[in-house]
């Protein structure tokens, strides 16, 4: 029997590992100009965690976590997004009195059972940041500025930024019901899953990727269009600095995003060189949570990304093209005594730092030069009797064939 990877997983290839290192290293270098510091988080909570921030009612909860009891009966969720346990470790850890600001980063595998198409797996990842302890719409517009650079870094040019307010405990409450009654007024043309949300979350309504739906509500009142005097004051706050920062964006008053703990603004970036799952990031503020899963009451905001989407980007781009992983010399054996002689020089240049390969299958001279471009070394040492004898050898650059003289006790790889 041969067994094969689950529905919606994928294994990450040798061939294709260069490419996430890099984009993890521009992460990781942008994080660090950006002053976030890195957070690791169990890849398994308490169910509880995800049901009470992410919200009940939300698609991830209701119909796409990972959840089972575990042997000691307790109901454990495989992480479907990096906020909530971000959060609770911060709760956990009180890094909250080591700091009145923090601000940390992740990057790692989630998992949602969603139905698998091109750009949406079951197990996922993401790189994101959280900042909590300030409720400053500069903070709003870094997460935002953060993935925008790496992209940039990465030659990403073209996304679109959307951003909505999707206001407070003080003005939604309100507003939900002023769009109930007009949603009530055409609830039998509406989709199930709208129909659905009329009641438990009217907002989402509005987002929903039903044509029908899109029509039909049209010309609802938005939520941007009720903010409370802070909320206003704030969403105007972040676009004047968007502007100051020359970044294009476009105000969407029906994005409302799938996740239920988001208070003032919400963004997301996506991008025209992805199929219908365009969303290469997400994010905004959340004011509540932390108080929500019993810290103390701390502003929040924070952005994810998904890698394998970003990757799709770049493989359309043609981006991503990363520094060649071949060894530098490889070195061919022509008898016994010199196939132990290579394979101790090959140990001792690695030590030094270079990236070495020898022949362990004992392959004829003609399949070891095979091998060497095969695996695109940039230099090939031949080495036999002869060349032990006068611990000379020479050196051949794989690219022009040029040979060189070289020292086999002092190997100098030209620069
Ligand atoms: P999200 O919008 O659910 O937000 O996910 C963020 C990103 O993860 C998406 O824009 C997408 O690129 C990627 N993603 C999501 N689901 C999948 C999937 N099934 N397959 C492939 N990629 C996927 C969050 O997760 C929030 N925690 C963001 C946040 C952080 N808000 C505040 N802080």
Not at 95 to 100: I, M, N, V
Not at 176 to 199: A, G, M, N, P, Y
Not at 391 to 396: D, I, Y
Request: net charge neutral; charged share 25%; aromatic share 8%.
């Amino acid at each position: 029997m041969k067994f094969r990877t689950i529905k919606g997983t994928k294994d990450i290839l040798p061939e294709e590992t260069a490419g996430w290192q890099n984009v993890e290293s521009v992460i990781r270098r942008v994080m660090r100009n950006f002053n976030y510091q890195e957070i690791r988080t169990p890849t398994f909570e308490q169910t509880g965690l995800f049901a009470r921030s992410i919200g009940e009612l939300t698609d991830i909860v209701s119909k796409e976590m990972y959840t089972f009891l575990d042997r000691s009966e307790e109901s454990i969720t495989l992480r479907p997004e990096g906020t909530a346990a971000t959060l609770r470790a911060y709760i956990q850890n009180n890094l909250g009195e080591q700091s009145p600001l923090t601000k940390v980063y992740y990057i790692g595998p989630m998992f949602r059972q969603e139905r698998p198409q091109a750009g949406r797996l079951r197990q996922f990842h993401q790189f994101g940041a959280e900042a909590l302890g300030a409720s400053s719409p500069q903070l709003d517009v870094e997460m935002m500025v953060l993935p925008l650079e790496i992209y940039k870094q990465l030659g990403i040019d073209h996304f679109s930024l959307k951003i909505n307010s999707v206001g407070c405990e003080k003005c939604r409450p309100a507003y939900k019901q002023l769009l109930q009654t007009e949603l009530r007024k055409i609830f039998t043309q509406l989709s199930h899953d709208s129909q659905v949300r009329v009641e438990q979350n009217p907002l989402r309504v509005l987002d929903s990727k039903d044509k029908k739906d899109r029509e039909l509500t049209a010309g609802m009142p938005l939520m941007n269009e009720h903010l409370c005097e802070e909320c206003t004051v704030h969403f105007a706050s972040v676009r004047s600095l968007l502007d100051a920062l020359n970044i294009p964006y476009e105000v969407d008053g029906r994005l409302v995003r799938g996740l239920d703990y988001y208070t003032k603004t919400a963004f997301e970036i996506t991008s025209t060189a992805l199929g219908s799952q365009d969303a290469l990031a997400g994010g905004g503020r959340y004011d509540l949570l932390v108080e929500e899963l019993g810290g103390k009451q701390t502003p929040g905001v924070g952005f994810a990304a998904g890698i394998e989407r970003l990757l799709i980007v770049l493989s359309k781009l043609n981006e991503n093209k990363i520094a060649s992983s071949a060894p530098v010399i490889f070195f061919v054996g022509l008898d016994e005594t010199a196939r132990i002689w290579t394979f101790l020089k090959t140990n001792e240049l690695r030590r030094q730092g270079t990236c070495a390969e020898v022949d362990y299958l004992g392959r004829s001279v003609k399949s070891q030069m095979r091998e060497a471009n095969r695996q695109q070394a940039q230099y090939v040492i031949v080495v036999g009797e002869q060349e032990l004898k006068t611990k000379t050898a020479k050196l051949k650059n794989m690219h022009t064939g040029e040979e060189t003289a070289v020292s086999l006790e002092k190997i100098e790889i030209p620069s």
